[in-house]
């Protein structure tokens, strides 16, 4: 229930934000700001369905509201190239959770003119941001791997500077953290590994807020909370970070106890990581 309201509310708080930058940096028009709008619903209400859902025959469910923000940009991007460049982030994005990578790179390419710090995270870890969803999580990292997670934490701590980013900084450091949870098991060492999970959990607990901590400890959202709420939304998530991080400790002992060196949490959520036999 939480998590699938989570994921139509994290939709809906993104349309809003591509709403708010398309009135601050110039819309051009009531009646062109109507086309964005409706440009913006469509492209949530196909997010919604599955990638391997059937849309109208002959079409993907992404390709309508794709089609429609290049025929907005055709028509108005000339005159707002602020306006056409928030939306080809946007459609970049939607690209990408349908597994379009190279529209997706087209568009992150096009957009060239950003205004929020929102868009220009995205902009910025566009490549990462392509590598990540294309990656074959059977595969092993790479030396790569490095740079990524370098990359995010940089754009993390340019975002951690405005309390308005909070939104955009929680979701690029999930995301780092989950791509150092699938990197640790891959690890060719127990120190790697540690290094791995050392990383990826502490640098993501920094974003977590003393009711996070308890809700992931509950196994429920803070009391009170409406399911579509931004806080509620962080909870629901952290839990599926740190029971992945939990399976993972218990997974390979030898890993988790081995080569001299022990898991070194921050003490905020060191009770959040269970070992089990100790």
Known sequence: M??????????VSVAIAVCITLMLFGATGCLHYKDVV????????????????????????WMEPSARIDAYIEKYGKDNK???????????????SYKQYNLAEASFAQATVLKTDR???LKALSDELIWW???DKNSSPDSSLDDVIVNFQKEIDKLDKNPENESIRDY?????????????PKASNGKKYKERLDDGLNNYAKTLKPADIEA???GKPSAGLDPIEFQTRRQVRAMAVFKRANE??????????????????????SDLIKIDGN
């Not at 409706?38 to 469910?61: C, F, H, Q, W, Y």
């Open 38 to 61: 409706r440009a913006v619903d469509e492209t949530n209400a196909s997010m919604l369905i599955l990638p391997d859902s059937s849309g109208k025959a002959g079409t993907e469910p």
């Open 248 to 269: 993972i400790v218990n997974e390979d002992k030898d890993l988790t106890t081995g080569d001299g060196a022990s898991l070194d949490f921050d003490p905020k959520i």
């Open 119 to 121: 868009d220009l995270a």
């Open 172 to 184: 690029l450091a999930e995301m780092r953290a989950w791509i150092l949870l699938w990197a640790a």
């Open 133 to 135: 969803f294309k990656l």
């Open 82 to 96: 602020a306006t056409a460049s928030a939306l080809r982030i946007r459609q970049a994005m939607l690209l990408l």
């Open 2 to 11: 939480y998590i699938r309201n989570y994921r139509k509310s994290s939709l």
């Open 216 to 218: 992931i400890k509950t």
